[in-house]
């Protein structure tokens, strides 16, 4: 297990170094100056020469990568080009809108997934599992920023179901504490129900926007374990110790398919927190997105680049979490691949079997 953490980790550590570089450099390769975006076209030749200096734009790229790497390690993530304040306040500010988003997300995301992958497969239902594949299909096929948009036609200026892009709550409600950056959990705390129904209403669309691709991705994985062990021995013992067949796949085989899942939540997760830009521009939700979007516009490198490195090492570390739970689950996981062939020589692991296409899926 400690071989497999530092190789991990080791991985880790060389994926954040490269898209941090990669994405540094890409920047600063954008046509356009930040100072003559931030000073105006009548700034002189001495003020730019000046922004510059005081923001760490005259070394070379390689020495500004090292100063910004030194520092965001240091806890000082630099001041933006555009409103002067502290980038690490300003993303502190808004990181409790998006996390509550991708959350709620992620949850309905999950959840829903679990359940039309086992109403799919418990039962042989030809119709019912061709709904599912389409669903996963269409899901897996339709850009967030569309469906976005489309949401907002619909369920907003067509019927008026949903709010609108208003943020996270409805311009006419009275204030309430702050006490944890969190809209939801404030109105509860605060004893407001108007607010907390006005704060979930707002969430129900962003929320299917940003999580209806992650549906589709776990349904699909989740769909196809289950099927791949719904024959199998110890599912049949489990019915014919009584139990029904609902009752055999969600105490037997829903365990055994988790793994794949729990792979591909991580993905998800990591997704959602760093994909939620263009979700976040369509519902003008106050979270980082907008932040993000306006530091591109205005070429606030500082911005841009520590959500990029947030997002590398989020991603990265989410996705180490969910092999370390994987590898406990499973110990198997945790062998080094270099080492799976020595082992398999030696009687260690077992040999992969070829499919047999004659077996039932």
């Given at each position: 297990?400690?071989?497999?953490?530092?190789?991990?980790?080791?991985?880790?550590?060389?994926?954040?170094?490269?898209?941090?570089?990669?994405?540094?450099?890409?920047?600063?390769?954008?046509?356009?100056?930040?100072?003559?975006?931030?000073?105006?076209?009548?700034?002189?030749?001495?003020?730019?020469?000046?922004?510059r200096s005081e923001n760490g734009l005259d070394g070379s790229i390689l020495e500004q990568y090292w100063r910004f790497i030194a520092n965001f390690v240091q806890g000082d993530w630099?001041?933006?080009?555009?409103?002067?304040?502290?980038?690490?306040?300003?993303?502190?500010?808004?990181?409790?809108?998006?996390?509550?988003?991708?959350?709620?997300?992620?949850?309905?995301?999950?959840?829903?997934?679990?359940?039309?992958?086992?109403?799919?497969?418990?039962?042989?239902?030809?119709?019912?599992?061709?709904?599912?594949?389409?669903?996963?299909?269409?899901?897996?096929?339709?850009?967030?920023?569309?469906?976005?948009?489309?949401?907002?036609?619909?369920?907003?200026?067509?019927?008026?179901?949903?709010?609108?892009?208003?943020?996270?709550?409805?311009?006419?409600?009275?204030?309430?504490?702050?006490?944890?950056?969190?809209?939801?959990?404030?109105?509860?705390?605060?004893?407001?129900?108007?607010?907390?129904?006005?704060?979930?209403?707002?969430?129900?669309?962003?929320?299917?926007?940003?999580?209806?691709?992650?549906?589709?991705?776990?349904?699909?994985?989740?769909?196809?374990?289950?099927?791949?062990?719904?024959?199998?021995?110890?599912?049949?013992?489990?019915?014919?110790?009584?139990?029904?067949?609902?009752?055999?796949?969600?105490?037997?085989?829903?365990?055994?398919?988790?793994?794949?899942?729990?792979?591909?939540?991580?993905?998800?997760?990591?997704?959602?927190?760093?994909?939620?830009?263009?979700?976040?521009?369509?519902?003008?939700?106050?979270?980082?997105?907008?932040?993000?979007?306006?530091?591109?516009?205005?070429?606030?490198?500082?911005?841009?680049?520590?959500?990029?490195?947030?997002?590398?090492t989020i991603y990265v570390l989410v996705n180490l979490l969910v092999d370390v739970l994987a590898a406990t689950i499973d110990p198997r996981v945790a062998v080094v691949p270099e080492?799976?062939?020595?082992?398999r020589a030696r009687g260690l692991l077992p040999s992969p079997q070829p499919l047999d296409p004659a077996e039932p899926r």
């Amino acid at each position: 297990m400690i071989r497999f953490l530092a190789h991990r980790a080791g991985a880790a550590l060389a994926s954040i170094f490269a898209a941090s570089l990669l994405a540094f450099v890409l920047l600063r390769l954008v046509p356009g100056d930040p100072a003559r975006q931030v000073l105006g076209q009548f700034a002189t030749p001495e003020q730019l020469a000046s922004f510059r200096s005081e923001n760490g734009l005259d070394g070379s790229i390689l020495e500004q990568y090292w100063r910004f790497i030194a520092n965001f390690v240091q806890g000082d993530w630099g001041t933006s080009f555009a409103s002067g304040a502290p980038v690490r306040e300003l993303i502190g500010q808004r990181a409790p809108a998006t996390v509550e988003l991708v959350l709620v997300a992620f949850v309905a995301s999950v959840g829903l997934a679990v359940l039309v992958a086992l109403v799919s497969t418990y039962r042989h239902r030809p119709w019912v599992d061709r709904i599912a594949s389409a669903i996963a299909f269409i899901g897996m096929g339709t850009p967030p920023f569309w469906l976005g948009l489309l949401c907002l036609f619909v369920f907003f200026q067509q019927t008026h179901l949903l709010p609108g892009p208003e943020g996270q709550l409805s311009p006419d409600l009275a204030p309430f504490p702050e006490r944890t950056g969190f809209v939801t959990v404030d109105a509860a705390l605060a004893g407001r129900p108007d607010a907390l129904g006005s704060a979930l209403a707002h969430l129900i669309l962003p929320a299917f926007t940003l999580g209806f691709a992650m549906f589709a991705f776990l349904l699909r994985v989740l769909r196809s374990s289950l099927l791949e062990i719904a024959d199998e021995p110890f599912v049949s013992a489990a019915e014919s110790k009584g139990l029904s067949r609902w009752s055999a796949f969600v105490r037997h085989a829903l365990p055994n398919a988790a793994l794949p899942a729990l792979t591909a939540s991580g993905l998800v997760l990591g997704q959602l927190l760093t994909g939620s830009v263009l979700v976040e521009a369509v519902f003008d939700w106050p979270g980082i997105g907008g932040l993000v979007v306006d530091g591109i516009a205005n070429k606030d490198y500082t911005v841009v680049q520590v959500f990029i490195m947030l997002s590398a090492t989020i991603y990265v570390l989410v996705n180490l979490l969910v092999d370390v739970l994987a590898a406990t689950i499973d110990p198997r996981v945790a062998v080094v691949p270099e080492r799976r062939a020595g082992r398999r020589a030696r009687g260690l692991l077992p040999s992969p079997q070829p499919l047999d296409p004659a077996e039932p899926r």
